[in-house]
Antibody
Framework: EVQVVESGGGLVQPGGSLRLSCATSGFTFTTYSMTWVRQAPGKGLEWVANIKQDGSEKSYVGSVKGRFTISRDNAKNSLYLQMNSLRAEDTAVYYC????????WGQGTLVTVSS | DVVMTQSPLSLPVTLGQPASISCRSSQSLVYSDGNTYLNWFQQRPGQSPRRLIYKVSNRDSGVPDRFSGSGSGTDFTLKISRVEAEDVGVYYCMQGTHWPGTFGQGTKVEIK
C-alpha cells in the first residue's frame, strides 16, 4: 500500500523556522521526483517546491525562493522542507506529493505562522 | 507563470445528472516530449486532494469511469456522467508542463 505521511508542522512566530518531513512507503521513491504543495486556510492549492529523483535539481515558486530548501534522503525514502524566515502568509497545510504531476498525496501538516 | 482559469467556480448539480468543468490555460500545455501534462484533482470536504485524471484523459487507479477528461492545447474539460453524493467537493485542474506547476482556482461541486 502506498503511503505518504507528513510531519513537523506547528505554530511558529514570524521570522522563525520549521522543518517538515515526509515519510513514504509502498512505491519506488528513487524513481519519483517529489513535490511540496500548500493550501492556505479556505484557499486553493499552490505548488511550492520540487526536487528531482537524485536531488540534483531543485525548483521553487518565487514567493519562497531563498527562504525554503527542499531535500530528500533516498536511503530513508523521505522528503524534507526546511522553512526559514517564515511569514504570516506561509500559514497553510503543507502536502507532500509524488512526482511532478502529483500522483499520490499525504494527509498534510498544518503550519501556522503567528505571534 | 501559466494561468489556469476554471469555470464555473460553483456548480450545483442534481444527483444522477451530468456535470462539466472547463479549464483554460494561458499557454499551450503540450510539452517537448509530445505529452500534455494536464491533471484533474478532487478534494472532498476535510480531505487531501486526490488525483483523478492525468495527461488530459487518463483515469488514475480506482477512479470511477463516470469521470472523464478531454481537451487539447489550452482548452480542457472534466465531465462527470452521473453525479453521485460522494462527488461533492472542490475540483482543481493543474498543469505540470511548465515550471512552476499551477492550479486553477477550483470548482465547488454541490448537490442541489
Amino acid at each position: 500500500e502506498v503511503q505518504v505521511v507528513e510531519s513537523g508542522g506547528g505554530l511558529v512566530q514570524p521570522g522563525g523556522s520549521l522543518r517538515l518531513s515526509c515519510a513514504t512507503s509502498g512505491f519506488t521513491f528513487t524513481t519519483y521526483s517529489m513535490t511540496w504543495v500548500r493550501q492556505a486556510p479556505g484557499k486553493g492549492l499552490e505548488w511550492v517546491a520540487n526536487i528531482k529523483q537524485d536531488g540534483s535539481e531543485k525548483s521553487y515558486v518565487g514567493s519562497v525562493k531563498g527562504r525554503f530548501t527542499i531535500s530528500r534522503d533516498n536511503a530513508k525514502n523521505s522528503l524534507y522542507l526546511q522553512m526559514n524566515s517564515l511569514r504570516a502568509e506561509d500559514t497553510a497545510v503543507y502536502y507532500c506529493a509524488s512526482g511532478r504531476n502529483l500522483e499520490t498525496w499525504g494527509q498534510g501538516t498544518l503550519v501556522t505562522v503567528s505571534s | 507563470d501559466v494561468v489556469m482559469t476554471q469555470s464555473p467556480l460553483s456548480l450545483p448539480v442534481t444527483l444522477g445528472q451530468p456535470a462539466s468543468i472547463s479549464c483554460r490555460s494561458s499557454q499551450s500545455l503540450v510539452y517537448s516530449d509530445g505529452n500534455t501534462y494536464l491533471n484533474w484533482f478532487q478534494q472532498r470536504p476535510g480531505q487531501s486532494p486526490r488525483r483523478l485524471i492525468y495527461k488530459v484523459s487518463n483515469r488514475d487507479s480506482g477512479v470511477p469511469d463516470r469521470f472523464s477528461g478531454s481537451g487539447s492545447g489550452t482548452d480542457f474539460t472534466l465531465k462527470i456522467s452521473r453525479v453521485e453524493a460522494e462527488d461533492v467537493g472542490v475540483y482543481y485542474c493543474m498543469q505540470g508542463t511548465h515550471w512552476p506547476g499551477t492550479f486553477g482556482q477550483g470548482t465547488k461541486v454541490e448537490i442541489k
